[in-house]
């Protein structure tokens, strides 16, 4: 299968590495997601948060080439300030998020791009950051629209913020492998007017990301296998 990008020149695929944490931390939680690529299982992402950090660390291997991509967000007070990313084989980048606008650098690139609130980092193939579209949506509130960063988009000389919207769908439940029930949330993301992208969480937690279209799946380790309900 082939790696394919939306309009806007996002890629599709990822997963993530972590840049080093020197020791843990009391409010430290660690997760891992396993992508599917038709199916198939094609690369494992894990991920460092804590109130101040996320950090991820993962490989794609397609064809037998490999992927790695290393990512930190950094900030305080509940804000990202910083972002780095590291792409192997490939380029180093870094974002500085200001009260209006973005600073992404690239080596001697360096460009500053218009931002509105709300917004929410979402790099290139790092399934981690997904979890924090879940947080944008206001209880009681239906939808959302957000700017969406997409800081590696520098690299192609592209705008790195684009438009989205997030939906609320209802409640689904789903099966696990044992039989129970499981309750979850479904939402509905769309980047840039045409990439669709299906949001399934728990109490804010990311369970199961998809794009139907492009035969991609991530599901969080411990709900490999989660199935819907047969009615």
Request: with cysteine; charged share 20%.
């Amino acid at each position: 299968m082939r790696l394919r990008t939306f309009s806007a020149g996002v890629v599709v695929l990822c997963m993530l590495l972590v840049f080093g944490h020197a020791q843990a931390r009391s409010d430290e939680v660690h997760g891992a997601f396993v992508l599917y690529l038709g199916g198939v299982e094609a690369g494992r992402e894990d991920y460092i948060s804590s109130t101040t950090e996320l950090s991820t660390a993962g490989t794609i291997t397609i064809g037998g080439q490999s992927l790695k991509i290393e990512s930190l967000l950094s900030g305080v007070d509940g804000r990202w300030t910083q972002y780095n990313g590291k792409l192997t084989p490939g380029a180093s980048f870094t974002a500085f998020f200001h009260a209006d606008r973005v600073e992404v650098e690239a080596g001697p690139l360096k460009r500053n791009y218009p931002l509105q609130e709300p917004f929410v980092i979402l790099d290139n193939n790092v399934f981690a950051h997904y979890e924090q579209v879940l947080e944008r949506l206001p209880e009681g509130q239906a939808a959302v629209t957000l700017s969406i960063v997409v800081p590696s988009l520098v690299l192609a000389n592209q705008d790195v913020v684009l438009q989205g919207e997030l939906v609320r769908m209802g409640e689904v439940v789903y099966q696990l492998e044992d039989g129970e029930l499981l309750p979850l949330e479904e939402y509905l993301l769309t980047v840039a007017g045409t990439l669709q992208v299906r949001l399934l969480g728990r109490d804010k937690k990311l369970i199961l990301m998809a794009i139907p279209a492009q035969l991609i799946e991530v599901v969080r380790e411990g709900f490999i296998g989660l199935q819907p309900l047969a009615e």
